[in-house]
């Protein structure tokens, strides 16, 4: 049984513990949170009787947790992730897990100084259609095309039209499109096809400071790839991959559930296999499985995937002019 710590107490941290109770190898000791009611509140959903922290390193320092799960805003990832892990804890990263290259890079020599595992928590890689995706690949034949969109407008952007700038629209927790769906379409091509030869990116600034909405191109050197994102519009598109055979068409980029092939001559093979668990179980299981097995990085969520992804998202907001505190480019 790995013994766990969770920082934050939002939806996405309930999501992720109902998929790791799945596992039947997670145990929820310990909870940290800026406020103590908050903790305790969440606390009191779990049988397991978590212990609640408003100082993360008083959780991390004993030896009440094993590993720690990360879902605080998109700039505290880095500090807090390398604060565990100088403690001995394994870290598992909600995306994107760092603001920057330069931050992820830290945070990859302190996983590997201190001996310890270090996962980004991207789900979409590890579920069961994702697979199905990359062990079919070879049926389109030479791939030319891969296309996916995340679209999905705020529940917080009436409030920022309103005036009121909420975490999900402010630059000081490193949020905005790119950030918080663009990844969803970009970690899966690094994963199935490696990085880019050159990036081009355009976006929507909004007046916070943020992305609302943009595209990447990305060229390889037989294909090409098209992302679209929005946090300000929806988008109802299904991903494609498109191959000199046939093209491979998924229902949703960030939770495939439905994965079918239309070949040229007409006829559709449906690939898709059944999903027996809660979307985030099987992030949870592949982090479990690489503490237990002695491992330290997984070969789907790797860290050079998650290297290049950052790497891409940082070019793109260059291109952008979409800024952070912590990054160091001119």
Avoid at 138 to 167: C, E, I, P
Avoid at 208 to 227: F, H, P, R
Wanted: charge should be negative; charged fraction near 20%; include cysteine.
């Amino acid at each position: 049984m790995i013994r766990f710590g969770i920082v934050g107490t939002n939806w996405i941290t309930e999501r992720f513990v109902q998929g790791a109770v799945e596992t039947d190898q997670f145990i929820l000791s310990a909870i940290y949170s800026r406020t103590e009611e908050k903790g305790k509140a969440f606390a009191a959903k779990y049988n397991s009787a978590p212990q609640v922290f408003t100082d993360l390193e008083a959780m991390v320092s004993g030896d009440l947790v094993d590993a720690v799960y990360i879902a605080s805003p998109n700039s505290y990832h880095a500090e807090q992730a390398m604060l565990c892990m100088k403690h001995g804890k394994h870290v598992l990263c909600e995306k994107p897990m760092a603001t920057n290259t330069r931050e992820l890079d830290q945070m990859i020599q302190t996983a590997k100084a201190h001996d310890v595992v270090l996962m980004e928590a991207l789900k979409s890689t590890l579920m069961p259609n994702f697979c199905v995706i990359r062990d079919n690949l070879y049926k389109l034949d030479r791939v030319r095309r891969y296309f996916a969109s995340y679209g999905q407008y705020s529940s917080r952007y009436d409030a920022f039209k309103q005036g009121t700038v909420l975490n999900a629209f402010n630059p000081a927790f490193s949020n905005g499109s790119l950030m918080d769906l663009g990844i969803y379409c970009i970690y899966p091509l690094v994963a199935l096809f490696g990085e880019p030869l050159t990036v081009q990116a355009s976006g929507v600034m909004l007046p916070s400071g943020v992305d609302g909405e943009g595209s990447v191109l990305m060229k390889y050197e037989e294909m090409e790839a098209v992302i679209m994102h929005s946090k300000i519009s929806d988008s109802y598109l299904q991903a494609e991959i498109q191959g000199e055979n046939g093209t491979m068409v998924i229902d949703k980029i960030n939770q495939p559930y439905d994965v079918k092939i239309h070949y040229r001559d007409g006829t559709i093979e449906n690939l898709t296999r059944p999903q027996m668990h809660e979307s985030m179980y099987y992030e949870a299981k592949e982090f479990i499985q690489l503490i237990q097995s002695g491992q330290h990085e997984s070969a789907i969520n790797s860290l050079a995937t998650s290297r290049s992804v950052s790497n891409i998202m940082e070019q793109a907001r260059q291109q952008i002019g979409l800024r952070y505190n912590t990054d160091n480019w001119n």
